[in-house]
């Protein structure tokens, strides 16, 4: 028998109107035949009165169940391969899965794909797997599978990453290592929009590249021609790439990381060899910022997230306060900013007037030419609009 969870009473209404968490103070009681629930155990959710709400994942912590279905039913091969199934349908709608010039996309984007606690990224004909919940990683051989049923052939390898955003205290013990298939050749060469870059799951941040960029990056080739870029936080140097391929004149990419640095150049010459008009500085973006003249007329601050939960929200306002007020300053005369924040916990309009105040503090004249956000690969829930996590604006400065 499913173990049970009854709310509070009253406590169903945000299930009702089908959002996908359940938080510990909704809980009224919890039946598992006397024994202690295991953290990512299947459970029911049912009102105080007894009647069926949604089934889910048990996870310790605030959020105390994420739902994968509203509706009783088994959640066993069948279920896991259609879900994939109908994930895949999303991203050949969007004409990912047989794109010649964009060999790496996300499949799976957690509860944008009413899949919370999961992410899977392709990157050719490898699956990279992570589970941010128990109960995900718990099922990642049947993901496994299901990925296979769905693919067949096009897929060679799953490699699962979970080990670094599982939760610590559950004390799983995970390693990162292949489901399926064999390891190829390290880093692997993607292509994205027809610009190429190396990939390694294995050792890399997040799966290995930053995905959600990809429209934002092509943005970046549009405005670049002819302008001096300064690309900070860097990383594998995605936009540095787009800029020199949209004509740049010159291109700095700067990040904290030697390595990064290090696979920014790499990438750098894959596409251009070793006369492009590139250099590129490992230190800090914030410290780099506050001297720089009025020598880039286009910056792109695109940096990690200031702020991972709701308790250093006002530390991390001031940091992109500081950090965009830096750049405002001091780009040139009808300079483009291309600034970013990838914090769930930060809203669009909270990034928003954190710009206009950098922007007041600066002195500038400031249009707002885009208003940016992730990709149609990482959908949004719309019952779910926490989802919405990349917050962009493309800024043209008098």
């Known amino acids: 028998m499913i173990p049970q969870i009854?709310?509070?009473?009253?406590?169903?209404?945000?299930?009702?109107?089908?959002?996908?968490?359940?938080?510990?103070?909704?809980?009224?009681?919890?039946?598992?035949?006397?024994?202690?629930l295991p953290e990512g155990a299947l459970v029911d959710i049912l009102t105080r009165s007894g009647d069926f709400i949604a089934r889910g994942h048990y996870q310790i912590g605030s959020i105390a169940v994420r739902v994968l279905t509203f509706s009783q039913e088994e959640i066993d091969a069948g279920w896991w391969h259609r879900a994939i199934a109908t994930a895949y349908d999303v991203r050949r709608?969007?004409?990912?899965?047989?794109?010649?010039?964009?060999?790496?996309?996300?499949?799976?984007?957690?509860?944008?794909?009413?899949?919370?606690?999961?992410?899977?990224?392709?990157?050719?004909?490898?699956?990279?797997?992570?589970?941010?919940?128990?109960?995900?990683?718990?099922?990642?051989?049947?993901?496994?599978?299901?990925?296979?049923?769905?693919?067949?052939?096009?897929?060679?390898?799953?490699?699962?990453?979970?080990?670094?955003?599982?939760?610590?205290?559950?004390?799983?013990?995970?390693?990162?290592?292949?489901?399926?298939?064999?390891?190829?050749?390290?880093?692997?060469?993607?292509?994205?929009?027809?610009?190429?870059?190396?990939?390694?799951?294995?050792?890399?941040?997040?799966?290995?590249?930053f995905i959600d960029q990809r429209f934002n990056r092509e943005l970046v080739r549009r405005y670049a021609q002819g302008r001096t870029v300064l690309n900070t936080f860097c990383y594998t140097g995605g936009f540095s790439v787009y800029a020199l391929a949209g004509g740049a004149r010159e291109v700095c990419s700067i990040d904290a990381s030697e390595r990064a640095v290090a696979l920014a150049d790499a990438n750098i010459r894959l596409n251009f060899g070793d006369e492009a008009p590139h250099t590129s500085l490992a230190t800090d973006a914030v410290e780099y910022l506050k001297n720089i003249g009025d020598r880039y007329d286009m910056i792109i601050l695109d940096p990690p997230a200031f702020a991972k939960h709701h308790k250093v929200l006002g530390n991390a306002m001031q940091g992109y306060k500081r950090l965009n007020a830096r750049a405002l300053a001091q780009i040139k005369s009808g300079g483009i900013l291309f600034t970013f924040s990838c914090s769930q916990a930060v809203s669009k309009e909270l990034f928003r007037t954190t710009v206009f105040s950098a922007a007041a503090i600066a002195g500038r004249k400031v249009r707002i030419l885009h208003q940016l956000s992730q990709p149609a690969d990482h959908p949004i829930n719309i019952y779910h609009p926490e989802g919405e996590y990349l917050k962009g604006l493309v800024l043209y400065v008098e």
């Open 6 to 36: 009854r709310l509070r009473r009253g406590k169903e209404e945000s299930l009702l109107r089908r959002h996908p968490w359940i938080f510990s103070g909704a809980i009224d009681s919890i039946s598992c035949q006397g024994q202690e």
């Open 93 to 209: 709608t969007l004409s990912l899965t047989d794109d010649s010039a964009t060999t790496c996309y996300r499949l799976v984007h957690g509860e944008g794909d009413s899949l919370p606690g999961l992410v899977i990224d392709i990157y050719g004909t490898t699956a990279v797997v992570q589970c941010h919940s128990v109960g995900m990683y718990l099922s990642r051989l049947q993901i496994a599978e299901a990925i296979r049923s769905v693919y067949g052939e096009r897929i060679t390898a799953i490699y699962d990453k979970s080990s670094q955003t599982v939760p610590f205290k559950a004390g799983l013990n995970a390693v990162d290592g292949y489901l399926y298939g064999a390891p190829g050749v390290m880093p692997l060469t993607v292509l994205e929009n027809g610009l190429k870059f190396q990939v390694n799951w294995e050792e890399g941040q997040k799966t290995g590249f």
